[in-house]
């Protein structure tokens, strides 16, 4: 696989990783409805966010840079 695929695929897997943690936080759900995850708009459950999300690439469970990490979770909460 290409540099670029594993990049992508490395991207990919960040960002799945971080919506199942928005959906256990309760930071967002899903709309099945519209195929689509929407905020709760709730500060906590982000900052939950953030803080689990850190904790996973901490213990090695979401490889990344921290930047990359924090990237991915705005990303995720501003969908």
């Known amino acids: 696989m290409g540099t670029a695929k594993r990049e992508l695929q490395a991207q990919l897997d960040r960002i799945v990783a971080i919506e199942a943690i ?25 900052m939950q966010v953030y803080a689990k999300a850190f904790q996973a690439w901490a213990d090695g469970k979401i490889s990344a840079t921290a930047e990359d990490i924090f990237d991915a979770v705005n990303a995720v909460l501003e969908d």
């Open 22 to 46: 928005t959906i256990a936080v309760k930071a967002v759900e899903y709309d099945e409805t519209n195929d689509e995850n929407t905020s709760n708009d709730d500060m906590e459950a982000d």
